[in-house]
């Protein structure tokens, strides 16, 4: 992780919710990291350096420097107490120009996901602001983002001229138990390989369907919804914007040709611009292989 990637680490780590962390979990969670720097001159031992910089980000730390003040005032007292110090911002970046990123990425999601029981997943990919590859576009990573705080229980990155599909099950692989979670996804990975994958490990999945499967599209589209009973109905305000949405679910035990498939569901989204009277509607069908009466953790 170059000084240019500190975006990555940036963006693994701030979208977590409120959350306790213990900087000591923290310590003994990343200590298994190797120290990339030569001995001569260290005076901060390394473990400490990173307890500082995941758990300054967490608390809203968005520069060096801000991590560096984090430990020196905020933290001072509580850090003290596991002998750790407040290194300077340019200590704090030497560091990052070193880190095993990748290593990084496997002991700071082992850590997320003993953080809190895991119910819901959800798969996202995004572009990282900041940080480019070697052949100057941007970084493309694929994360597993636990629903319930917000932290990045995996990520993986993706090749300049692949896409995330081949990296399904390499994310993951990297979550050591999905018995009874939900693992949402977009219609990118509707796949009877990837729901072949899940119900294997036990896992539920909930994945959007669109033109990227035709035949599987279509079936959703002529199940009955008209003869079926709204189930849920928002309506809200946001961005400027009246935004309705009204869902409906129905069995599909029959009629429906994928792996495991238990529901589909329509989605109506109704959006308009406030003050105006022109509505602009779309629909999305999703498949589930929840069972109905199923809580969203997968147990009855």
Known sequence: MSSSHFALFIDEFAPMDVVRVDPGKVLAALCELPDPRKKRGVRYRFPHLLVIMVCSVLAGATTLVEMAEWAADTARNQLATLEIGSPHATTLGRVFERLDADMLDRLAGAWAQGATPLAAVALDGKEVRGAKNGGGTRVHLMAAIDHGTGAVLGQVSVAEKSNEIPYFSTLLDGITDLTGVVVSADALHTQRKHAEYLHGRGTFYVLTVKGNQPGLHKQCVDLPWKRVRAGNRTVER????????????????????????????????????VGTRKWHTETVYIVTSLAPGRSFSGRP
């Open 238 to 273: 946001a961005n400027g914007r009246d935004i309705e949405r009204t869902v409906k679910c129905v069995s599909i035990a029959e009629g429906i040709n994928f792996p495991h498939a238990a529901q589909s569901a329509q989605i109506v989204r109704k959006s308009r611009p």
